[in-house]
Each structure stands twice: as structure tokens, then as C-alpha cells.
């Protein structure tokens, strides 16, 4: 049994079942979604088009790994919030869904207190990261733009991703069953 109403298909169903509902959440879902989508297309439409470059002129576009990886990265936070969020992240089942309810109830919620203690760590110690970066002028190694244009993400998502954690330590504490 599960705290949370997950209903996929059955183990060996290679699927045919829509996938679960998403819980109702204050700040909507679609966010991460959309993000999601935009910085796949993003990162295809870049590697495309450096890919025609290289094809067409024996060159390529200097921008376009640094640019990639800062996008990887970024779509990896924004996938992590969407994973919180939607209470799909990593955990030991074997812990998580044994027990009684009580006991599941409560490893949910600290299991997300704890995510979103975790992320408000790192966004904190990476203000101070962007901070330094500005301060000294910092720029990046492969095009030489200011560093903070990139960092200056991972203290906004890692906040995002504590208080998608935080609404899910409080919807957790609602479930009743």
C-alpha cells in the first residue's frame, strides 16, 4: 500500500495505463513542464545547429558546449523540482512503504523536511558563490561572460526546489489515507 494513490500499470505491463494524476498543488506543475520542454528544444535546436556548422564549414560554434552544459544542469534542477513536487523522488521503498500508516506518513514528511532543509543549504552557500563571482569578476572559461550569468540559477531552483518540498511536507501532513 502507498501513502501516495499511485496507480501504473501492473509489474510486466509494458503500460497502456494512463500515468497518475497529480496531486493539486498551490503553485502549478506546468511550470517545470513548460521549463522543461523549453530547455530540451533549447539544447536541440543548439546542438543542431552546431552540428549543421561543423557539417557545412569544418567549424563550430564556441558558445555551444558551454552553453549545453549550463543547460544540462538547469534542466536537471528544474526536473528535480518537478520530482519533489510530484513526490517522485529516490527513496527506499522497502522503508517508505512498509509499516503502518503512521510511520509512512511521518518518513514522507521527513523525508521532504529533510529535502527541503537540504536545498535551502545549497541555495544559501551558492548566493554566496554568485556573490563572489560578481564581486570578483569572475568569467567563464570557455566564451568569457561573467560567471553569474550561469550560477545565478542554482540558488533560484535550489529555493524552488525547497519550498516545492516544503508543500509537500504539508500536503503529507493532510493525507489521511
Not at 552553453?67 to 536537471?76: A, G
Not at 572559461?141 to 550561469?150: A, D
Amino acid at each position: 500500500m502507498s501513502l501516495h494513490s499511485e496507480s501504473g500499470p501492473p509489474p510486466g505491463d509494458a503500460g497502456g495505463a494512463p500515468p497518475p494524476a497529480d496531486e493539486p498543488t498551490r503553485i502549478p506543475l506546468k511550470i517545470e513542464d513548460w521549463l522543461t520542454v523549453a530547455i530540451m528544444a533549447a539544447l536541440a535546436l543548439i546542438t543542431f545547429a552546431n552540428v549543421l556548422v561543423r557539417y557545412f564549414t569544418n567549424s563550430s560554434f564556441a558558445w555551444t558546449e558551454e552553453f549545453s552544459v549550463f543547460l544540462m544542469i538547469l534542466l536537471t534542477l528544474v526536473a528535480g523540482s518537478a520530482a519533489v513536487a510530484r513526490d517522485r523522488h529516490i527513496r527506499i521503498e522497502y522503508f517508505a512503504e512498509n509499516g503502518s500508516l503512521a510511520r509512512r506518513k511521518r518518513l514522507a514528511r521527513f523525508g521532504a523536511a529533510m529535502v527541503a532543509l537540504l536545498f535551502a543549504l545549497i541555495a544559501v552557500l551558492s548566493a554566496r558563490m554568485v556573490w563572489d563571482d560578481w564581486r570578483f569578476e569572475e568569467t567563464s572559461p570557455g566564451i568569457g561572460v561573467p560567471q553569474w550569468w550561469y550560477s545565478i540559477w542554482l540558488p533560484i531552483v535550489s529555493l524552488g526546489i525547497a519550498l516545492r518540498a516544503v508543500g509537500l511536507c504539508i500536503r503529507r501532513g493532510r493525507t489521511s489515507s
